[in-house]
């Protein structure tokens, strides 16, 4: 597995901003990098850089100490607005810096700034869409899912593994987080069962399992980072960018025989204008008579 420095990053050819956003202070960049780090040959490189939080560690010395210099830009009465620059520091980086490499298309896609649109997802239409999107899925876009699940890669930052292939998983940071902020705390739990390929495939059987995520990530977040009960909130991303998925659903009420609740339901998402499912999803929209 390839590993980055600053060496590595200095060899970055830019070629284009895919995506600009304000509210998470990130700027996501294509470009190319050597694919072992030395040889001539390069491939397509998408390199997120997000300012990282502030934190309260050293707020007694951030205004006195750690400022290196202002600019004015305006005052009236009372109020008075300035541009500031941070001392240098090992202990408070200033970004946060992800990167895909090689990344391929839908790596490309996914991070490029897109308009989007709410889509209704009946039974029917997972059936026809949604289901041979998932299935057409080659082995190497969930890779590095498999290398976290059978132990090749971040070992060290499991939080806690249940073994079981069938009702097991693992709970870890997600690569969103900065690992050191804690009021951004991100963390992501994976499935052992490789048969939990969406949110329709959950049903009463794994009722156990999602309760169990439930108390391990709160049990977790308390004995790590001292959150109360209530501090987290717990959630899915669908359509998810891989799909082995898992969240906390009122799936009790589920029979005991035939379709689960889940798969009965109708699921309303927003898609961006880059995902595969898209354009045969938003076309599919005109049959249900919503609008």
């Known amino acids: 597995m390839p590993t980055y420095d600053i060496v590595s990053l200095r060899q970055f050819r830019f070629e284009r901003v895919l995506n600009e956003d304000p509210l998470t202070h990130a700027l996501t960049l294509l470009g190319t990098l050597p694919v072992d780090?030395?040889?001539?040959?390069?491939?397509?490189?998408?390199?997120?850089?997000?300012?990282?939080?502030?934190?309260?560690?050293?707020?007694?010395?951030l205004v006195s100490q750690h400022?290196?210099?202002?600019?004015?830009?305006?005052?009236?009465?009372?109020?008075?607005?300035?541009?500031?620059?941070?001392?240098?520091?090992?202990?408070?980086?200033?970004?946060?810096?992800?990167?895909?490499?090689?990344?391929?298309?839908?790596?490309?896609r996914k991070y490029s700034r897109q308009e989007v649109a709410i889509v209704h997802e009946t039974p029917q239409l997972f059936q026809r869409i949604v289901k041979p999107y998932i299935a057409a899925f080659p082995p190497s876009r969930t890779q590095w899912v498999e290398n976290i699940l059978n132990g090749v890669s971040e070992v060290e930052k499991v939080l806690f593994r249940d073994p079981s292939p069938e009702h097991g998983y693992l709970i870890l940071p997600d690569m969103k987080w900065d690992l050191a902020t804690v009021s951004s705390l991100y963390l992501v739990a994976i499935a052992f069962n490789r048969n939990i390929r969406s949110l329709r495939d959950l049903n009463k059987s794994h009722l156990g399992m999602l309760k169990s995520i439930r108390r391990e990530a709160a049990r977790v977040a308390k004995e790590r980072w001292g959150l109360g009960?209530?501090?987290?909130?717990?959630?899915?991303?669908?359509?998810?960018?891989?799909y082995i998925a898992l969240t906390s659903t009122q799936i009790e009420c589920d029979p005991d025989e035939g379709p689960s609740i889940l798969e009965r339901m109708t699921f309303t998402y927003a898609l961006g204008e880059q995902h595969g499912l898209y354009a045969p999803m938003k076309a599919a929209q005109d049959e249900l008579g919503f609008y």
């Open 37 to 61: 780090g030395t040889s001539d040959a390069r491939a397509p490189a998408v390199v997120r850089i997000e300012k990282t939080a502030l934190t309260s560690d050293n707020a007694e010395q």
């Open 67 to 108: 400022l290196k210099d202002t600019k004015l830009l305006d005052n009236t009465d009372i109020y008075t607005w300035l541009l500031g620059w941070l001392n240098p520091s090992n202990e408070r980086p200033d970004v946060k810096i992800n990167i895909v490499h090689p990344a391929t298309e839908v790596h490309i």
């Open 229 to 242: 009960h209530g501090s987290l909130r717990m959630f899915i991303h669908y359509q998810p960018s891989y």
